[in-house]
């Protein structure tokens, strides 16, 4: 999982373990999420590595450690930072078609439960830049995506995309952006849903091969069951055999269209 700004349209993605020298593996990407700058991807030919695991207590609270692997030229190094505004357990997912370009903020009026991307960009923001700056990307995203807000990371270049853990190696959220001096990460709730989004797609899939399979089967079935019609109680079970695998066929197809 990584950072959708990152990924230019029709751009080529290449992986590596960290003992390797080179880039061996090619990365497919599964699932965009622009509003949320979330791209889910899959790295094709490896099966036996070991992935990161996303916090079950989604709370922060304010000075607490959070720990970054650093990329680039650094990669391997870790970096602390701290916790600089909380972040509750329930935060909301974003929905709807808002975006930020006509979001206008309310942190300075009420303090929120939680920092959003609206606080990061919104109208205000993008009406203080010059003209010239287009900013799409930006202007584009939820307002109220859950954002948590970290000092001492000292984000760089390619830091986006990154995992943030807490103490006991558990994923946090996702490096985003740097913002007036501090580290932006997106929120470990919005990393489950996207993954969540992709498995819900993945057993429509499932649901919907199967489907395309059961009508030659059904067939089959009813003509074997046609044969036999001559006889006066075969003709009777073969009737209402060819029904009840018509009757499942369609339940089947009702269900994987409501999922």
Known sequence: MTSAHILPKGCSIFARRQDENDFPYEVDILHHKLNW?????????????????????????????LLYIHPYSFVGSFLVGKVAFQCVDDVVLPTGTQTCQTYLSTALQSIPR????????????????????????????????????????????????????????????????????????????????????????????TLERKDTRIPGNKEGRVNRLKEHSTKPRGDRFGRDKASHSQGGSKRLKGNSTKA
């Open 114 to 205: 939680y920092r959003i991307i609206g606080d990061v960009w919104n109208s205000h923001v993008f009406e203080n830049f010059e003209t010239n700056v287009k900013w799409t990307f930006e202007k584009s995203l939820h307002p109220l995506v859950p954002l948590i807000q970290i000092y001492g990371f000292v984000f760089g270049e390619s830091s986006s995309g990154g995992p943030v853990f807490n103490t006991e190696g558990e994923i946090m959220g996702m490096l985003s952006m740097g913002s007036g001096g501090f580290d932006i990460a997106i929120h470990v709730s919005l990393l489950r849903q996207v993954m969540r989004e992709k498995e819900e797609h993945l057993n429509i899939e």
């Open 37 to 65: 700058d979330i791209a889910l991807l899959h790295i094709k030919g490896v099966h036996d590595s070991c992935y990161g695991r996303l916090a079950r207590d989604r709370s922060l609270n304010v000075a607490q450690m």
